[in-house]
Structures are given as structure tokens and as C-alpha cells.
């Protein structure tokens, strides 16, 4: 098996939130070399997609019994208005890992598979969960990332240069951009963000899915030198969209004026 046949295990090992253990599986290696557009992320495009796995059990049941903290951490969206659908990638990854499909590599062979590609940080689960180190040396070469987290306020602050501090609220974001992050925030269905430094993210379907991810690359933390802060309108099935219209608890006689920046 070549290391990037099927995906590669980028690290195994406790969380960096919890303690538990975790193991972070780097997928789609192929398909971001050859720049697919079949059977890859409608939003993302060809990217690495990295998921983040609770240990001992599959991402369902890590989520039912509570175990997924150690790859979530404390998201508010652990609730039930986290788009990521778990029986799908996330369950899809794991079982494939049980099955030993997945190559163990050394953090320098996963910086050589990774060189020159696109990476997603966390297309389930939170960067902040993996050691440091294995993100500034395993992406050390990698073409371009992507990354968010919810864990910016307690999280290794060298994160931020790797990715964007997760906001659902105004003072969520000025708070981050205050300690030095770039934001990547969710506002409300019908929310129009104000600000000069505020792109509302182009493979949405409100900015028109000019770009991919991987085209765009705006969501990269501080590495890239951007300035703008990212901003998307809550998205996903209509009952999880519902679900941050009362994590949020929306003022409706507001709703139109999010200001973030």
C-alpha cells in the first residue's frame, strides 16, 4: 500500500482537549493530487480532508455517549447544529480504519504526502484536539489549508496560523480578533455582515459558489497574511439550521445587522 492510496493516520494518541484518546486520518490524498471533481466535497472541492476521530467508538456513538468532547471539545454545536452529518464521512472513515485501511506513517513521510496539496484541517473534528507539532510539521509543505476551531480561547495559541477561530456572535468574534485570531463566523439566515474587512465566504450559496475552498484558500489563519474576516450564513439541512437559529437566540427585530468587524 502507497501512503497515499487510501489516506493516511497523521497521529494517534490522547486529546489535546480532553486526554482521551484520538486519531487524526488524513483522506482524498489522490484525488487533491490529480485535482478531481468527482466524488469529492461540493464545497471544498479536491482537498486532503482530514477527520478527527474519537477513540474506541465510531463517531455515532462517540457523539450519543458523550465522548466526542475529545475531538469537539466544547462546541456549542454538539447540540444539534453541527452540519457535519456523522453517519456519512466521519462513520465512513472510521470504519475504514477499523478495517486497517489506513497507513501509519512517520510525521516526516505524511509532510512528504502531503507536499504541495491542499489540506482541510477538521472536515469532522476540531484541529485543536491534535498536538501542535503534528500540524506544523505534517502541513510544513502542503500547497494550502484550511482550518477552524472553537477551542481559540484555550486552545495553543499557535493555532492561528493554521486556522480560523470558529464564532456564532458578534462579541465571539471581536473577542478572537482581539486576541489575535482571524474569524470564520455563522451568522443567521437573512444576516448581512457590515465592514470592510468582512468577505462573506464564496462557496456559499449566498456569495454565489463563485470559488471551492480549495481555490479561495481565504479561511488559512494568520499563515497567508489575509486581513478579512470570513462570515457564512448558517447552512446545512433545514432542522440543524433551525438548531442555531435557538443556539444563537436570533432577536428578530435585528436580524440584518450582525456587525462583526
Known sequence: ?????RGIVLYRGPSQITGAPIVAIATGLQAARRHSRQGVNAKTGAMVQVYILAGGRNPVAAHA???DAAVCGDCPHRAGSCYVRLDRGPLQVWRAYQRGRYSRVSLQTARAALAGLPVRLGAYGDPAAVPLHVWETALGQAGS???YTHQWRTCD???ARW??????S???AGQAQAAGWRTFTVVPKGATVPGQLALLCPA???GGRKLHCVDCRACDGTAGGRHSQVWIPAHGVAHKVAAFARLVQIDRSRVGHVALV
Open 204 to 206: 456559499s450559496e449566498e
Open 1 to 5: 500500500m502507497t501512503t497515499d492510496s
Open 170 to 172: 458578534q462579541a465571539e
Open 65 to 67: 455517549s458523550g465522548r
Open 145 to 147: 489549508h484550511t482550518g
Open 163 to 168: 486556522c480560523m477561530a470558529s464564532c456564532d
Open 157 to 159: 495559541p499557535g493555532l
